[in-house]
């Protein structure tokens, strides 16, 4: 679907700002792997971390990182002509290990700031043990494909037009809901503005 390719840069920015979940493929000692991830992005790199046991987060070859956002369904009058609207991704690279103290911190705000705007000042910071437990990956922005589908079914102008079916959209609208205490926390320690306001807000933009 070619129509649906984009190639402006801030189609990538979007799609990434929008979405949650990255999906990393690689190839471990020959075998493809697809491992689901939350990441964090700025203006030159996607990061995403793991496990330093994680056998996903060792590879020194190129890998491909995707990232999608559901927006909804295309019901046609025919089951041909079904399909999904949505916003996509695919980032090509080589991941880079990151080393350096400053950029580790660096990434993994980027990351817990992504899925959970206000956590990284809010919670603790990660400790020197487990800093050293975990690896983060930097895969560079530099290649990249971006594709978004956001329109009506495509048999409205066909013959099966005459069948006299609805045909349409049907949205997705995904909101967060209400934040779930852990059952050991004690009694009146209530959620943070930046966890509570998200109630009933899209999850994605």
Request: charged letters at 20%.
């Given at each position: 679907m070619k129509d649906n390719g984009r190639a402006d840069r801030a189609d990538l920015t979007a799609v990434l700002a929008a979405g949650l979940v990255a999906h990393l493929g690689v190839l471990v000692d020959g075998h493809p792997m697809v491992v689901p991830t939350v990441y964090g992005f700025d203006e030159q790199r996607i990061f995403l971390h793991?496990?330093?046991?994680?056998?996903?987060?060792?590879?020194?070859?190129e890998v491909?990182?995707?990232?999608?956002?559901?927006d909804g369904l295309i019901l046609a009058r025919s089951v041909?002509?079904?399909?999904?609207?949505?916003?996509?991704?695919?980032?090509?690279?080589?991941?880079?290990?990151?080393?350096?103290?400053?950029?580790?911190?660096?990434?993994?705000?980027?990351?817990?700031?992504?899925?959970?705007p206000g956590q990284w000042d809010y919670a603790r910071p990660p400790s020197?043990?487990?800093?050293?437990?975990?690896?983060?990956?930097?895969?560079?922005?530099d290649e990249a494909s971006v594709k978004i589908?956001?329109?009506?079914?495509?048999?409205?102008?066909?013959?099966?037009?005459?069948?006299?079916?609805?045909?349409g959209r049907l949205p997705v609208a995904a909101t967060?809901?209400?934040?779930?205490?852990?059952?050991?926390?004690?009694a009146g320690i209530e959620?943070?503005?930046?966890?509570?306001?998200?109630?009933?807000?899209?999850?994605?933009?």
């Amino acid at each position: 679907m070619k129509d649906n390719g984009r190639a402006d840069r801030a189609d990538l920015t979007a799609v990434l700002a929008a979405g949650l979940v990255a999906h990393l493929g690689v190839l471990v000692d020959g075998h493809p792997m697809v491992v689901p991830t939350v990441y964090g992005f700025d203006e030159q790199r996607i990061f995403l971390h793991g496990s330093v046991a994680s056998r996903s987060l060792t590879v020194k070859n190129e890998v491909c990182v995707t990232v999608t956002v559901l927006d909804g369904l295309i019901l046609a009058r025919s089951v041909f002509e079904h399909g999904i609207n949505y916003r996509s991704a695919m980032i090509y690279g080589v991941p880079v290990p990151v080393t350096d103290p400053d950029d580790l911190l660096y990434g993994l705000r980027l990351l817990t700031e992504h899925v959970a705007p206000g956590q990284w000042d809010y919670a603790r910071p990660p400790s020197t043990k487990e800093l050293a437990a975990t690896t983060l990956l930097a895969v560079p922005l530099d290649e990249a494909s971006v594709k978004i589908s956001d329109g009506p079914p495509d048999d409205g102008d066909g013959p099966d037009a005459a069948l006299g079916l609805w045909a349409g959209r049907l949205p997705v609208a995904a909101t967060w809901g209400t934040p779930v205490a852990d059952p050991l926390l004690p009694a009146g320690i209530e959620p943070p503005p930046h966890i509570s306001n998200r109630t009933g807000r899209p999850i994605t933009g």
